[in-house]
Protein backbone atom coordinates (compact mmCIF):
# COMPACT_ATOMS: atom_id res chain seq x y z
CA UNK A 1 0.00 0.00 0.00
CA UNK A 2 1.04 3.38 -0.79
CA UNK A 3 1.74 5.78 2.41
CA UNK A 4 -0.79 8.24 1.60
CA UNK A 5 -3.36 5.17 1.26
CA UNK A 6 -2.25 4.20 5.34
CA UNK A 7 -2.63 7.53 6.07
CA UNK A 8 -6.16 7.88 4.58
CA UNK A 9 -6.95 4.59 6.17
CA UNK A 10 -5.73 5.03 9.61
CA UNK A 11 -7.64 8.53 10.04
CA UNK A 12 -10.81 6.45 8.27
CA UNK A 13 -10.28 3.77 11.90
CA UNK A 14 -10.01 7.34 14.07
CA UNK A 15 -13.51 8.82 12.20
CA UNK A 16 -15.15 6.20 12.18
CA UNK A 17 -14.50 4.87 16.24
CA UNK A 18 -12.70 1.64 14.88
CA UNK A 19 -10.17 2.46 16.51
CA UNK A 20 -11.00 3.12 19.78
CA UNK A 21 -9.35 6.14 19.91
CA UNK A 22 -11.86 8.20 21.73
CA UNK A 23 -11.27 5.62 24.80
CA UNK A 24 -7.84 5.26 24.69
CA UNK A 25 -6.98 8.82 24.51
CA UNK A 26 -9.41 9.37 28.07
CA UNK A 27 -7.63 6.30 29.58
CA UNK A 28 -4.03 7.55 28.66
CA UNK A 29 -4.99 11.03 29.70
CA UNK A 30 -6.45 9.90 33.17
CA UNK A 31 -3.61 8.38 33.70
CA UNK A 32 -0.42 10.16 32.75
CA UNK A 33 -2.48 13.06 33.93
CA UNK A 34 -2.09 11.04 37.22
CA UNK A 35 1.27 10.34 36.81
CA UNK A 36 2.62 14.27 35.98
CA UNK A 37 0.08 15.58 38.37
CA UNK A 38 1.73 13.67 41.46
CA UNK A 39 4.83 14.39 40.29
CA UNK A 40 4.17 17.99 39.52
CA UNK A 41 2.23 18.37 42.93
CA UNK A 42 4.94 16.82 45.24
CA UNK A 43 7.56 19.55 43.08
CA UNK A 44 5.31 22.84 43.69
CA UNK A 45 5.15 21.88 47.19
CA UNK A 46 8.68 22.13 48.07
CA UNK A 47 9.27 24.95 45.91
CA UNK A 48 6.68 26.44 48.38
CA UNK A 49 7.94 24.96 51.34
CA UNK A 50 11.41 26.37 50.36
CA UNK A 51 9.82 30.01 49.49
CA UNK A 52 8.73 30.08 53.08
CA UNK A 53 12.12 28.76 54.52
CA UNK A 54 14.19 31.50 53.01
CA UNK A 55 11.56 33.93 54.04
CA UNK A 56 11.86 32.66 57.46
CA UNK A 57 15.30 33.50 58.31
CA UNK A 58 16.38 30.32 57.83
CA UNK A 59 18.34 30.11 55.15
CA UNK A 60 20.15 33.29 56.76
CA UNK A 61 23.45 32.13 58.61
CA UNK A 62 24.34 35.10 61.29
CA UNK A 63 28.28 35.57 61.88
CA UNK A 64 28.74 37.34 65.24
CA UNK A 65 31.67 39.09 66.16
CA UNK A 66 31.43 42.04 67.96
CA UNK A 67 33.58 44.87 66.30
CA UNK A 68 35.78 42.34 64.46
CA UNK A 69 33.88 42.27 61.38
CA UNK A 70 35.00 43.64 58.19
CA UNK A 71 31.95 45.22 56.24
CA UNK A 72 33.66 45.02 52.89
CA UNK A 73 34.46 41.41 52.97
CA UNK A 74 31.00 40.56 53.72
CA UNK A 75 29.42 42.65 51.52
CA UNK A 76 31.39 41.13 49.25
CA UNK A 77 29.81 37.46 49.77
CA UNK A 78 27.00 38.00 48.17
CA UNK A 79 28.63 37.65 45.04
CA UNK A 80 29.39 34.10 45.87
CA UNK A 81 27.48 31.37 44.19
CA UNK A 82 24.41 30.18 45.67
CA UNK A 83 24.26 34.13 47.75
CA UNK A 84 21.02 35.99 47.64
CA UNK A 85 22.48 38.50 49.68
CA UNK A 86 24.89 39.49 52.50
CA UNK A 87 25.87 42.43 54.82
CA UNK A 88 27.13 43.71 57.92
CA UNK A 89 25.44 45.47 61.04
CA UNK A 90 26.49 47.31 64.34
CA UNK A 91 24.85 48.23 67.29
CA UNK A 92 25.06 52.20 68.39
CA UNK A 93 25.55 53.08 71.65
CA UNK A 94 23.02 55.47 71.58
CA UNK A 95 19.96 55.14 69.97
CA UNK A 96 17.85 57.18 67.73
CA UNK A 97 15.43 59.53 69.97
CA UNK A 98 12.04 60.47 68.24
CA UNK A 99 10.19 63.37 69.20
CA UNK A 100 7.55 61.35 68.98
CA UNK A 101 8.75 59.70 71.81
CA UNK A 102 10.81 60.97 73.51
CA UNK A 103 11.52 58.86 76.42
CA UNK A 104 12.39 55.85 74.43
CA UNK A 105 15.26 55.59 72.23
CA UNK A 106 15.03 52.87 69.56
CA UNK A 107 17.80 50.60 69.34
CA UNK A 108 19.80 51.95 66.13
CA UNK A 109 22.23 49.63 63.96
CA UNK A 110 24.12 51.27 61.06
CA UNK A 111 23.98 48.44 58.10
CA UNK A 112 25.36 48.06 54.64
CA UNK A 113 23.48 48.13 51.88
CA UNK A 114 23.51 44.40 51.63
CA UNK A 115 21.58 44.00 54.94
CA UNK A 116 18.66 45.62 53.33
CA UNK A 117 19.17 42.91 50.39
CA UNK A 118 18.79 40.03 53.12
CA UNK A 119 15.99 41.61 55.10
CA UNK A 120 14.24 41.86 51.58
CA UNK A 121 13.95 45.47 51.37
CA UNK A 122 14.25 47.18 47.63
CA UNK A 123 17.50 48.59 47.07
CA UNK A 124 16.02 52.36 46.69
CA UNK A 125 15.59 52.27 50.29
CA UNK A 126 19.40 52.11 50.57
CA UNK A 127 19.57 55.89 49.77
CA UNK A 128 20.15 58.77 52.51
CA UNK A 129 17.34 57.58 55.32
CA UNK A 130 16.48 54.98 58.04
CA UNK A 131 14.72 52.04 56.88
CA UNK A 132 11.86 51.01 60.08
CA UNK A 133 11.33 47.79 61.83
CA UNK A 134 7.27 46.85 61.28
CA UNK A 135 7.15 47.59 65.45
CA UNK A 136 8.66 51.31 65.10
CA UNK A 137 6.00 51.78 62.01
CA UNK A 138 3.43 51.19 64.21
CA UNK A 139 4.71 53.11 67.08
CA UNK A 140 5.19 56.20 65.07
CA UNK A 141 3.15 55.71 62.32
CA UNK A 142 5.55 56.85 59.81
CA UNK A 143 5.92 55.08 56.45
CA UNK A 144 8.51 55.42 53.24
CA UNK A 145 9.19 59.62 52.20
CA UNK A 146 7.70 60.87 55.71
CA UNK A 147 10.03 62.74 57.55
CA UNK A 148 11.47 61.31 61.01
CA UNK A 149 11.64 64.10 63.61
CA UNK A 150 14.56 63.67 66.70
CA UNK A 151 14.40 65.01 69.48
CA UNK A 152 18.15 66.80 68.96
CA UNK A 153 16.06 68.59 66.22
CA UNK A 154 17.20 66.99 63.27
CA UNK A 155 15.02 65.12 60.66
CA UNK A 156 15.76 62.28 58.12
CA UNK A 157 13.69 60.30 55.57
CA UNK A 158 12.02 57.18 56.30
CA UNK A 159 13.08 54.82 52.89
CA UNK A 160 11.56 51.93 53.49
CA UNK A 161 9.90 49.38 56.20
CA UNK A 162 11.36 45.91 56.33
CA UNK A 163 9.29 42.88 57.24
CA UNK A 164 10.52 41.10 60.42
CA UNK A 165 7.40 38.94 61.67
CA UNK A 166 7.66 36.84 65.46
CA UNK A 167 8.25 33.74 64.10
CA UNK A 168 11.07 32.47 65.91
CA UNK A 169 13.62 34.42 64.13
CA UNK A 170 16.22 36.52 66.25
CA UNK A 171 14.38 39.11 68.07
CA UNK A 172 17.13 42.01 67.95
CA UNK A 173 15.86 43.19 65.18
CA UNK A 174 12.06 43.61 65.93
CA UNK A 175 12.15 46.46 67.48
CA UNK A 176 14.67 48.94 65.89
CA UNK A 177 15.99 51.57 62.97
CA UNK A 178 18.41 50.87 60.96
CA UNK A 179 20.60 53.34 58.92
CA UNK A 180 22.30 52.36 55.69
CA UNK A 181 26.18 53.75 55.64
CA UNK A 182 28.82 53.24 53.77
CA UNK A 183 31.62 51.12 54.99
CA UNK A 184 34.02 53.68 56.62
CA UNK A 185 36.71 51.07 57.57
CA UNK A 186 35.36 50.69 61.06
CA UNK A 187 34.13 46.82 62.07
CA UNK A 188 30.88 45.68 62.33
CA UNK A 189 29.32 43.14 65.10
CA UNK A 190 27.77 40.88 62.74
CA UNK A 191 27.19 39.58 59.57
CA UNK A 192 24.55 37.68 57.85
CA UNK A 193 24.26 36.13 54.51
CA UNK A 194 21.25 34.53 52.95
CA UNK A 195 22.48 31.53 51.07
CA UNK A 196 20.12 29.59 48.61
CA UNK A 197 20.60 26.40 47.81
CA UNK A 198 22.27 25.82 51.13
CA UNK A 199 25.74 25.16 51.29
CA UNK A 200 27.81 23.04 53.23
CA UNK A 201 30.53 25.65 53.22
CA UNK A 202 28.31 28.53 54.90
CA UNK A 203 30.29 28.93 57.94
CA UNK A 204 33.57 28.54 56.74
CA UNK A 205 32.89 31.43 54.17
CA UNK A 206 31.58 33.76 56.54
CA UNK A 207 34.64 33.20 58.72
CA UNK A 208 36.45 35.17 56.20
CA UNK A 209 35.04 38.43 57.20
CA UNK A 210 36.18 38.21 61.04
CA UNK A 211 38.99 40.36 61.46
CA UNK A 212 42.08 38.76 63.77
CA UNK A 213 41.30 39.06 67.56
CA UNK A 214 42.51 41.66 69.25
CA UNK A 215 43.66 40.28 72.32
CA UNK A 216 41.44 42.67 74.64
CA UNK A 217 40.36 41.48 77.64
CA UNK A 218 36.67 39.63 78.24
CA UNK A 219 36.52 39.79 74.24
CA UNK A 220 33.76 37.62 73.41
CA UNK A 221 34.51 34.53 70.63
CA UNK A 222 32.73 34.63 67.30
CA UNK A 223 30.14 32.76 67.30
CA UNK A 224 27.81 31.56 64.28
CA UNK A 225 24.02 30.38 63.65
CA UNK A 226 20.77 30.76 62.08
CA UNK A 227 18.41 33.66 62.22
CA UNK A 228 15.62 31.45 62.35
CA UNK A 229 16.38 27.92 63.77
CA UNK A 230 12.86 26.80 64.22
CA UNK A 231 12.47 25.10 60.58
CA UNK A 232 15.82 23.33 60.80
CA UNK A 233 19.15 23.50 59.59
CA UNK A 234 18.31 22.16 56.60
CA UNK A 235 15.38 21.50 54.14
CA UNK A 236 14.02 18.77 53.82
CA UNK A 237 12.06 17.84 50.50
CA UNK A 238 8.47 16.19 51.07
CA UNK A 239 9.73 13.00 48.78
CA UNK A 240 12.71 13.44 46.26
CA UNK A 241 11.89 10.67 43.59
CA UNK A 242 14.19 10.73 41.16
CA UNK A 243 12.94 11.44 37.62
CA UNK A 244 13.22 8.42 35.76
CA UNK A 245 10.51 6.75 38.02
CA UNK A 246 7.79 9.01 36.71
CA UNK A 247 9.07 8.50 33.00
CA UNK A 248 9.67 4.75 33.08
CA UNK A 249 5.84 4.50 35.12
CA UNK A 250 5.01 6.69 32.25
CA UNK A 251 6.57 4.50 29.33
CA UNK A 252 4.92 1.46 30.77
CA UNK A 253 1.72 2.91 31.52
CA UNK A 254 1.44 3.65 27.31
CA UNK A 255 3.07 0.70 26.17
CA UNK A 256 0.10 -1.20 28.14
CA UNK A 257 -2.46 1.05 26.70
CA UNK A 258 -1.03 1.55 23.48
CA UNK A 259 -1.16 -2.76 23.37
CA UNK A 260 -4.40 -3.05 24.91
CA UNK A 261 -6.01 -0.44 22.29
CA UNK A 262 -4.77 -2.90 19.18
CA UNK A 263 -6.28 -6.15 21.41
CA UNK A 264 -9.43 -5.31 21.42
CA UNK A 265 -9.23 -5.12 17.59
CA UNK A 266 -7.54 -7.98 16.76
CA UNK A 267 -10.53 -9.88 15.61
CA UNK A 268 -11.00 -6.79 12.31
CA UNK A 269 -7.25 -7.13 12.13
CA UNK A 270 -6.74 -10.56 11.34
CA UNK A 271 -9.53 -10.13 8.89
CA UNK A 272 -7.64 -7.44 7.56
CA UNK A 273 -4.63 -9.63 7.02
CA UNK A 274 -6.52 -12.35 5.38
CA UNK A 275 -8.16 -10.61 3.12
CA UNK A 276 -4.36 -9.26 1.71
CA UNK A 277 -3.70 -6.04 3.63
CA UNK A 278 0.05 -6.04 3.89
CA UNK A 279 1.38 -6.57 8.01
CA UNK A 280 3.77 -3.68 7.31
CA UNK A 281 0.95 -1.07 6.11
CA UNK A 282 -1.27 -2.55 9.02
CA UNK A 283 1.42 -1.68 11.65
CA UNK A 284 2.23 1.64 10.12
CA UNK A 285 -1.67 2.21 10.03
CA UNK A 286 -1.97 1.54 13.85
CA UNK A 287 1.48 3.56 14.68
CA UNK A 288 -0.14 6.67 12.95
CA UNK A 289 -3.56 6.03 14.89
CA UNK A 290 -1.87 5.43 18.16
CA UNK A 291 0.20 8.73 17.75
CA UNK A 292 -2.95 11.16 16.84
CA UNK A 293 -5.01 9.91 20.16
CA UNK A 294 -1.61 9.65 22.50
CA UNK A 295 -0.77 12.88 21.16
CA UNK A 296 -4.01 14.34 22.50
CA UNK A 297 -3.50 12.43 25.87
CA UNK A 298 -0.30 14.21 26.43
CA UNK A 299 -1.49 17.68 26.12
CA UNK A 300 -4.11 16.69 28.46
CA UNK A 301 -1.50 15.58 30.68
CA UNK A 302 0.89 18.61 30.23
CA UNK A 303 -2.05 21.19 30.63
CA UNK A 304 -2.67 19.36 34.07
CA UNK A 305 0.59 20.16 35.09
CA UNK A 306 0.42 23.90 34.03
CA UNK A 307 -2.47 24.20 35.90
CA UNK A 308 -1.08 22.76 38.95
CA UNK A 309 1.93 25.57 38.81
CA UNK A 310 -0.14 28.57 38.69
CA UNK A 311 1.49 31.29 40.90
CA UNK A 312 4.51 30.17 40.82
CA UNK A 313 7.66 32.47 39.29
CA UNK A 314 8.29 31.27 35.80
CA UNK A 315 11.78 30.11 37.28
CA UNK A 316 9.82 27.39 39.25
CA UNK A 317 7.19 26.68 36.87
CA UNK A 318 9.09 26.51 33.47
CA UNK A 319 11.13 23.70 34.78
CA UNK A 320 8.59 21.46 36.09
CA UNK A 321 6.08 22.10 33.22
CA UNK A 322 9.27 20.59 31.25
CA UNK A 323 10.21 17.45 33.27
CA UNK A 324 5.98 17.41 32.32
CA UNK A 325 6.35 17.24 28.56
CA UNK A 326 9.12 14.54 29.30
CA UNK A 327 7.56 12.21 30.86
CA UNK A 328 4.19 12.83 28.36
CA UNK A 329 6.02 12.36 25.70
CA UNK A 330 8.02 8.91 27.21
CA UNK A 331 4.30 8.45 27.97
CA UNK A 332 3.12 8.79 23.73
CA UNK A 333 6.52 6.72 22.90
CA UNK A 334 5.24 3.55 25.11
CA UNK A 335 2.16 3.79 23.67
CA UNK A 336 3.26 3.65 20.17
CA UNK A 337 5.61 0.84 21.14
CA UNK A 338 3.68 -1.12 22.80
CA UNK A 339 0.74 -0.72 19.69
CA UNK A 340 3.02 -1.73 17.26
CA UNK A 341 4.74 -4.77 19.33
CA UNK A 342 0.97 -6.00 19.76
CA UNK A 343 -0.03 -5.37 15.98
CA UNK A 344 2.93 -7.25 15.11
CA UNK A 345 1.73 -10.08 17.18
CA UNK A 346 -1.85 -10.65 15.53
CA UNK A 347 -2.20 -13.64 13.21
CA UNK A 348 -3.90 -14.34 10.43
CA UNK A 349 -4.16 -18.14 11.25
CA UNK A 350 -5.78 -17.12 14.43
CA UNK A 351 -9.10 -15.47 12.76
CA UNK A 352 -11.33 -18.14 14.24
CA UNK A 353 -9.69 -18.02 17.56
CA UNK A 354 -10.13 -14.56 17.72
CA UNK A 355 -13.40 -14.97 16.25
CA UNK A 356 -14.90 -17.28 19.19
CA UNK A 357 -13.14 -15.31 21.47
CA UNK A 358 -14.91 -12.11 21.15
Same mark, same amino acid.
Given at each position: MRSSEVVREAWRDIASGAAWAATAAVVLAVLLAGIVGLRAMGVVADVRAATRYVASGAATTVQRAEGRIDGRVCDALGGSEGV??????????????????????????????????????????????????????????????? %?????????????GVYAYPDDGRDPDLEYAL *?????DDGE?????????????? %????????????????????????????? #?LGETFVRSGDVPAVVPMAVAGATGTAVGAAAVM #????? *??? %???????RSAQVAGIVLQHL?????????????????VRGLPADDAVPIVTA?????????????????????????RSLHRYFRAR
Open positions: IASGALRRLEQGAVPAALPRSAVPTYEVTVGVLGVLGVPESAGSVGVVLSPAVHDALGLGPGD %DLAMTSGSTVTVT *LAPTAPFDACWVTVWPLRD %DTVPMLRRAVLPATGAEGEDRPTVGQLNP #R #RRRLS *LAS %DLHVGVPVWASVAALAAVATATIIAVAVAVVGVVGTLVGGALAATSVRE
